[in-house]
């Protein structure tokens, strides 16, 4: 079974530019959370997505928003990019409930110039 | 609000002695709480969870976890430490009355030295 894929995997923008970045789940999984990586601040939890819906988000500002397709894969989008945008951000999978477990993907490295 | 401390950035013991990497949480309802594992340039893979049941719960490579509800504690533990569990360690929470909100702990670095 295919893993959680992420594309781009690398992105180089300047300040001010938008960007979308795209996840597509473990056939099956409908639920997809993401997360921004950076090395001071650890994984901070973005929004997570079930079913279409956004179920809970994490405390970033508003230029961070997302969506979730009828087939699970999801979007993120950052517009008005910061320096402090910089970072790791991954996506994962899980099959259904809270209770399950998640898949990561290898996440998509931006950088803001 | 839910969170999750890993009070150690690192931990390091010798090839075959027994390793404990430390997780404590808070959350409002019941706890379902995760283990994962960070190897470099490689993406984060789910090692064990918790979600009710026997106290002792066993994972991947060898891994087990003890939850403790009094001290609110979720520690990784491994008998035999190898130069292969050197890697990046995150303790995750979710609360079931928060749906769909997972909280990571900052990471603590496993160096297991030969």
């Known amino acids: 079974k295919a893993g959680v894929t992420q594309t781009p995997r690398y992105l180089i923008k300047t300040r001010g530019q938008q960007v979308t970045l795209s996840c597509s789940p473990i056939s099956g999984h409908r639920s997809v959370s993401w997360y921004q990586q950076t090395p001071g601040q650890g994984l901070q939890f973005l929004f997570e997505?079930?079913?279409?819906?956004?179920?809970n988000k994490g405390n970033f500002p508003g230029r961070f928003s997302g969506r979730q397709f009828s087939n699970s894969r999801s979007e993120m989008n950052v517009s008005t990019l910061e320096l402090g945008d910089s970072a790791l951000y991954l996506c994962?999978?899980?099959?259904?409930?809270?209770?399950?477990?998640?898949?990561f993907g290898p996440g998509t490295r931006l950088t803001v110039l | 609000a839910q969170s999750v401390a890993q009070p150690e950035d690192q931990v390091n013991v010798a090839e075959g002695n027994p390793l404990t990497v430390k997780c404590t949480y808070s959350?409002?309802?019941?706890?379902?709480l995760f283990w994962y594992v960070q190897y470099p340039n490689r993406g984060l893979q789910f090692l064990l969870k918790y979600i009710t049941g026997d106290n002792l719960v066993k994972g991947s490579y060898g891994f087990e976890a003890e939850f403790n509800k009094s001290q609110t504690s979720f520690h990784l533990k491994k008998p035999s430490a190898l130069v292969s569990d050197s890697a990046l360690y995150f303790c995750a929470v979710r609360d079931i009355t928060n749906a769909g909100k997972s909280t990571f702990g900052d990471g603590t670095t496993l160096t297991v030295k030969p």
């Open positions: 997505y079930f079913s279409e819906t956004q179920r």
């Open positions: 959350v409002s309802g019941n706890p379902y």
């Open positions: 994962a999978s899980s099959l259904l409930r809270d209770a399950n477990e998640q898949f």
